[in-house]
């Protein structure tokens, strides 16, 4: 039997066969280790391919007997897609991941199957079947499964794309994390439950593996007995790597020098806000926002680079949580960025309490991308919530404030954590600059409303727009790589043209062209 295993992409990073030139080089991208796993879970007597959307063309019209499809919410429009395709040429198309496990009656509206939770207890149970002629509409995994059998996935199947990812050298030591987050799809689909491998499984497949590679755990220092001893044990690898875990990894000084001994040089933290009421409100109070700056500093010190995770969209944000947000990333001297607009992921408690109230505004799920506002804010418009997550990116990857924290993290980090704080930035900035990312700060465009502008259908501002770039300066409106986005370009100032973002259908409070 002939399998394709598929990694679905957004339209304006799909690259397909019309669209061969979206650069893929550039992006900071990691291997596709679900679908690796799933591949080294499969008999030796089945081919399988793997097909990554985002770095290669995915034929429709491939010649397979099973296609496999591995998805999170945003991708979910995308998946259906290929299910129609396939499943119309007579051929079975199952699916898994995050969005297929937390909304299981709507996948299987799509797919021939759809695995529940992990594939090590339900994958090689689907093929037995599908073999046998009795293939079941789902399949469960249990989410306390142990992780011992877990098989080292298969690197080789990304020989050919290996140059368009940052590694393809990813490790998984531990899934799930203890907390429970109240957005967190994570704490959702492990039901708030944290599994580990054998040490001994994790190291040895370390030590088969170049020099630099990434944990992708989602907390890595969840049990901190198995960190300590996974920390020890990778020490004489002498490795260098890069990973996930809570900020609490600075509260304790012995477990954070193993973690450095180990070959840590960065980590995303999922800082999300540094307001307490806004902790308290996402159930991550014990993230401690008055002690924020304290033990990112302590990170830093030991010379590991921080990647911040933020969330803006709170219902304590207001206008200025966007300039206070920039502030504290230049106070705190993060490495990099994450910067996410408030998404109620279906199966969360954050999407279960705004459904309640009747603030979910977006019923389009490649919007759950955390990039676009979904939701209607507390206290602010949508519109203010868009543009104000956008201002901070491309405040932040300005390539002027990218090249001083490299500066910055040089004696701090050494040139690893530096070079790897510049690669970070350098794509963020590529990405920013190819979807026209810009904004605006509603902060300031409030205190500036006495200039006479109201609040506007988005349509009514473009047309407005279109005759005074004929009349007055050369501004182009164009629709951006982003289909849901229309941006307005500016060609006013010397060097590269600044881009406004307006979503159609939105309404756009106090638009300032003077804003720049």
């Known amino acids: ?257 193993l973690a450095r001994a180990a070959g840590c040089v960065g980590l995303f933290v999922g800082v999300e806000t540094t307001s307490p009421e806004g902790l308290a409100s996402l159930d991550k109070a014990w993230n401690e926002g008055e002690r924020l700056r304290e033990r990112l500093a302590t990170l830093r010190r030991a010379g590991i680079g921080v990647i911040a995770g933020m969330i803006v969209g709170l219902d304590r944000d207001e206008p200025d949580v966007f300039e206070r947000t920039l502030r504290f990333l230049a106070e705190a001297r993060i490495d990099g960025l994450q910067l996410n607009v408030l998404t109620p992921l279906p199966g969360t408690p954050l999407h279960a309490d705004l459904e309640r109230q009747g603030r979910i505004l977006e019923r389009d799920l490649a919007r759950y991308d955390f990039r676009h506002a979904v939701i209607r804010p507390a206290r602010m418009t949508p519109a203010e919530l868009q543009a104000g997550a956008d201002w901070p990116y491309a405040q932040y990857y300005r390539l002027d404030r990218i090249l001083l924290r490299f500066l910055r993290a040089l004696p701090v980090l050494g040139v690893a954590g530096a070079v790897l704080g510049l690669k970070l930035g350098l794509t963020y900035r590529y990405d920013n600059r190819r979807e026209g990312i810009v904004g605006w700060n509603p902060a300031r465009s409030r205190q500036r409303r006495s200039a006479g502008f109201g609040t506007w259908q988005v349509p009514e501002v473009l047309e407005v727009l279109r005759p005074a770039a004929r009349r007055l300066v050369p501004l182009q409106v164009r629709e951006a790589r982003n289909p849901h986005r229309l941006a307005v370009e500016e060609h006013l100032l010397p060097g590269p043209p600044a881009v406004l973002e307006l979503h159609s259908g939105d309404r756009c409070q106090d638009f300032d062209p003077e804003r720049r």
């Open 1 to 257: 039997m002939k399998i394709l295993l598929v990694l679905p992409a957004a339209g304006h990073l799909r690259v397909t066969r019309e669209s061969p030139d979206v650069p893929r080089r550039a992006m900071l991208r990691f291997s596709v280790l679900p679908l690796t796993i799933v591949a080294a879970l499969t008999p030796p007597e089945h081919e399988v391919v793997v097909c990554d959307e985002n770095v290669e063309p995915l034929d429709l019209d491939a010649d397979v007997d099973l296609v496999g499809v591995t998805f999170m919410t945003a991708l979910a429009p995308r998946a259906y897609e290929i299910a129609r395709a396939f499943r119309s040429r007579g051929k079975v198309v199952v699916a898994g991941g995050f969005h297929p496990t937390l909304q299981p009656a709507e996948a299987t509206a799509h797919f021939d199957a759809v695995v529940v939770g992990d594939a090590e207890g339900a994958w090689p149970r689907l093929l037995a079947d599908l073999e046998a002629g009795r293939l079941q509409p789902v399949y469960l995994s249990s989410p306390h499964g142990d992780l011992s059998g877990t098989p080292v996935p298969r690197r080789e199947l990304l020989a050919r794309t290996a140059r368009h990812y940052a590694t393809i050298h990813a490790v998984q030591a531990t899934r799930g994390c203890v907390h429970a987050c109240r957005y967190c799809s994570v704490a959702a689909f492990h039901r708030s439950t944290l599994r580990t491998r054998p040490v001994a499984s994790v190291v040895a497949e370390v030590a088969a593996l170049p020099r630099d590679f990434m944990f992708v755990d989602d907390n890595l220092i969840a049990d901190r007995g198995y960190a300590r001893d996974l920390f020890a044990a990778l020490a004489p690898l002498r490795k260098r790597w890069v990973g996930q875990c809570s900020i609490e990894l600075a509260d304790e000084p012995d477990l954070l020098r």
